[in-house]
């Protein structure tokens, strides 16, 4: 099982960077998957614990300069690493002005990620600075528990208003209540609503659109045949859509969310070459 990766372009570089940062600010330990094209980040608290789930692809040719990888066997080429984002994060915030950012698995005490940072110095030698990320290689055994998340047959699939528009609503309204309504339909229409005993409070967005969602393999989303103007909702803990909303550093270019009636909310935020899924499930 071996891996190596290298980052020269600076643009590169500072983008995944970004990345790592996001995904910093929505798990406190991820599973970072690696197959020859592919890095994906996944979390997957069990939905059944109110846990959220994240799943994050990004496409390795668009950020490695160099990419090698030999995963636990040729017919399962791939590898599974536990691992704390934030130290990937904090090792990536040393590489700002880098001129070659190295990452390799290595297995000295125990697994690592060494993340190695070329720095430009004035002599003609360069500074390296190395940082060892501990990692706990998962088993071939446990794959199956970190399969891509299905996306659930929803009531209604909607754009989302600009994201900064509505962190500053989420910010100001969870010093209100612990949990937010999120509603929304067909005619693009959707509220974010806030119910207390002592205070209720709507903020309504229209003309937002609807992603037209084509059903290829033929079956329908629940979304056919609805009401265009009848409303899905959904009640979702305010902190974690706040948490979603406050770690983007990655400008999506399409942001959007699917809701299944009182069951759960699933973010979609694409960028060109990343695509983020957070699944926020609902409070009874």
């Known amino acids: 099982m071996r891996f190596r990766a290298k980052i020269v372009d600076l643009a590169c570089l500072n983008h995944f960077s970004r990345v790592i940062n996001t995904i910093a600010k929505l798990a406190k330990t991820c599973t970072l998957r690696l197959t020859a094209s592919k890095l994906y980040f996944i979390l997957s608290d069990k939905v059944a614990n109110g846990g959220v789930s994240m799943w994050c692809e990004l496409c390795q040719g668009n950020f490695f300069d160099e990419f090698q990888m030999e995963g636990v066997a040729a017919e399962h080429n791939e590898i599974y690493l536990e691992l704390v984002p934030e130290n990937l ?23 690592c990620l060494r993340v190695a940072v070329e720095l430009p110095s004035l002599s003609s030698s360069s500074r390296i600075v190395t940082h060892d990320i501990p990692v706990g290689v998962i088993p071939r055994r446990l794959w199956n528990d970190f399969r891509e998340p299905s996306v659930p047959d929803f009531d209604v699939s909607i ?111 694409l960028h060109e070459d990343v695509s983020l899924q957070y699944f926020i499930p609902a409070l009874a």
Request: hydrophobic residues 40%; charged residues 20%.
């Open 89 to 111: 994060s904090r090792a990536l915030k040393t590489a700002q002005s880098a001129k070659a950012v190295k990452i390799k698995l290595t297995n000295k005490h125990c697994p």
């Open 159 to 269: 754009y989302l208003p600009v994201l900064k528009t509505m962190k500053s609503l989420v910010e100001r309204m969870k010093n209100l209540s612990n949990s937010i309504v999120i509603e929304a339909n067909l005619s693009g229409e959707m509220n974010l609503k806030i119910e207390t005993n002592l205070v209720s409070v709507t903020t309504h967005f229209k003309d937002l659109g609807n992603p037209p969602w084509a059903s290829e393999d033929g079956c329908q989303s629940s979304a056919q045949g609805r009401d265009l103007e009848s409303m899905a909702e959904a009640r979702i803990d305010i902190k974690k859509l706040q948490q979603l909303l406050a770690g983007q550093q990655v400008n999506p270019t399409k942001a959007l969310c699917n809701i299944v009636s009182k069951r759960i909310v699933h973010f979609i935020l």
